[in-house]
Every structure is written in structure tokens, then in C-alpha cells.
């Protein structure tokens, strides 16, 4: 399902402007970046079509997921951090803006597109980020162990990304 208002149309303001020549960002927690696979090249405009969220089954890990879709290409940080420019104004999450982008969407919605090194109850494990919206504890980045089950508890999705041959070239 698209991610933008999840199906419904959406006009072309909404769209993500993300540049996937900059530097990942290291989320609060990370230490390192293990392995980045951008979604894109150069600077470009990610719209509607171009972003759904699928639900993940739980049970599985979420580097499971992952390796279960090798053709896939996810969500990556650069992604996320567009979707945060875009979404928090003066240092406040403006609603109304996630609202046009995530719609009526509610769960956690998982970039698998680039993997972090984070400290985790004394080791550190692969972690992925990964974003909650409309759930007990609402966020924008938060970093979860790839080897960790899937969530059951919320409607748990990984950002697939998919774009037209023009653009993908």
C-alpha cells in the first residue's frame, strides 16, 4: 500500500525531497554505519507511487525480512531523515504534515536500507531505524536489533521503494 495517505492520491507537494549523495546520519544510539544501500542516486523527488509500506509477518526477524526479499529495495536512512525535515517544524512534529505524508497510518515503519552498529544491552548488534507513529510511544528514529522478532504488537511495515526505469537509471 502506498505510504502517502496509504492509497489515496496525493498531490506532488507531499512528495520527499531526499539527497542520497549526503552522509548518513548516525542516530542517537549508533556508533557506526555497518552497510548503506540507497534506495536512489543523486538528489530527487520520492513521490506517493514510489513508497509503499508492507506489512512484515510476525515471528520473523526483521534481518530475516530482509534476506526473505533479496529483489526488494527499502527504505534507507536518507529516507527517514527527508521524511523528518519535511515533518518537524522549529523543533516540534507538526501533525498536520504527517498527516499528508503517513495519512491515517498507525505502527512503526521499518528502513532496512541501511544497517547501524548501536550499543544494546551491553553488545552491539546490527540495528535498523525505524519510526512509530500513533502508537504508545510515538517517535521519529528509533534504532531496533536486526535479530530481534518482528513486533506483533502494532502493525509493523518495511518502506519498500520502488521507482520507474527513467528514474532508477
Known amino acids: ?14 512528495a ?4 542520497f549523495d549526503q552522509q548518513v546520519a548516525l542516530p542517537r544510539g549508533a556508533e557506526r554505519v555497518l ?17 509503499e509500506v508492507h506489512p ?10 530482509r534476506e526473505a526479499n533479496p529483489t526488494a529495495t527499502f527504505g534507507d536512512a536518507l529516507i527517514l531523515d527527508s ?5 518537524v517544524k522549529n523543533g516540534r512534529i507538526d501533525k498536520a504534515a504527517v ?3 503517513l495519512g491515517d497510518f498507525s505502527g512503526q515503519i521499518f528502513f532496512l536500507g541501511t544497517a547501524f552498529e548501536a550499543m544494546h544491552m551491553g553488545s552491539k548488534p ?8 500513533q502508537t504508545h510511544y510515538p517517535a521519529l528514529r528509533y534504532l531496533c536489533p536486526a535479530d530481534h522478532p518482528i513486533n506483533h504488537d502494532v502493525n509493523c511495515c518495511a518502506l519498500h521503494v520502488t521507482l520507474p526505469a527513467a528514474i532508477a537509471a
Open 16 to 19: 520527499l525531497e531526499v539527497d
Open 126 to 133: 546490527m540495528c535498523f531505524a525505524y519510526l512509530n507513529w
Open 99 to 101: 498527516r499528508r505524508v
Open 35 to 51: 552497510w548503506h544501500q540507497p534506495a536512489g542516486k543523486g538528489k530527487m523527488q520520492l513521490l506517493p507511487e514510489h513508497l
Open 56 to 65: 512484515m509477518p510476525p515471528g520473523v526477524t526483521y534481518r530475516g525480512y
Open 1 to 14: 500500500m502506498n505510504l502517502f495517505g496509504l492509497g489515496r492520491a496525493r498531490p506532488k507537494a507531499n
Open 83 to 87: 521524511f523528518i525535515a519535511a515533518v
